[in-house]
């Protein structure tokens, strides 16, 4: 499927990745719901592409708000055939520390934003891609979840990150299997370090640091590079049930 006759829900589509993806979808015709809960960022962004873009408040975690936003979506597009989680957060600290033991209150708010919030939205965008009528190729919709290479080699400190990321990638295959039967693909995208407001606050030595070790290219990735491999798996049917590593060889030390 091309972006021009995309419908998409994308959460965290306000700023960073998600917001590439929504950019370059409205740059091509299609349409695209924000989920997010920044809202002085997703009002510009409506306002910037009045025909194409919607903005709904939505804490990612609340399964109400989120059942919510994505009804909406169909009310005002007529239908959804994408669903981009890139909603998250990073959620960095040791479980046991200097400062005492890891709230358990702290980790399971990286799980209920990271991980619960893919499967609401999966739940969500699935049962209204299964009632779309299939494209030419039977196809119904793609779902597609924002992963990290932390997944593969977690940091020290990134324990709740970490295991959010990991089992993003666990549900790929069960979900791909699951979905098989009503057209809809699931994949996963696995990022190295992009230039995101999550790095923005990242000392200039540190963010040396962490370009040097990617073997080519050595640099952070752009949104926009995220957007287009979102765009391709969109168009490749073939892709199904897998994660994509998008790092340019990196390993994390």
């Known amino acids: 499927m091309s972006f021009e006759t995309t419908h998409a829900v994308v959460s965290g589509g306000a700023s960073g990745l998600g917001l590439a993806v929504v950019e370059r979808i409205a740059s091509q015709g299609g349409k695209a719901a924000i989920l997010d809960i920044n809202e002085t960022q997703g009002n510009i962004i409506e ?7 919607v903005f709904y408040k939505t804490d990612i975690s609340n399964e109400q708000q989120v059942e919510s936003a994505v009804q909406n979506a169909v009310n005002q597009f007529g239908h959804i055939n994408l669903a981009v989680g890139c909603a998250g957060i990073l959620g960095a600290g040791k479980i046991i520390s200097k400062k005492g033991p890891m709230p358990t209150d702290y980790f399971r708010k990286v799980v209920d934003i ?9 739940r969500e965008a699935a049962k209204h891609m299964q009632t779309n009528t299939p494209n030419k190729n039977n196809e119904s919709g793609v779902i597609i979840h924002t992963a990290s290479i932390a997944a593969f080699e977690g940091q020290l400190g990134q324990v709740a990150y970490s295991a959010t990321k990991s089992a993003i990638i666990g549900m790929m295959l069960p979900l791909a299997r699951e979905f098989a039967k009503s057209g809809i693909r699931c994949m996963a995208i696995a990022p190295g370090m992009f230039e995101t407001p999550m790095m923005a606050n990242v000392p200039d030595d540190i963010r040396d640091s962490l370009a040097a070790g990617i073997p080519f290219p050595s640099r952070f990735g752009t949104t926009d590079e995220f957007a287009k491999m979102v765009e391709h798996i969109n168009d490749n049917q073939m892709l199904n049930g897998s994660v994509i590593r998008l790092d340019g060889a990196a390993r994390l030390q």
């Open 114 to 122: 990271n991980l619960i919030g893919s499967f609401l939205l999966t």
């Open 47 to 53: 306002k910037k592409y009045p025909n194409q873009v």
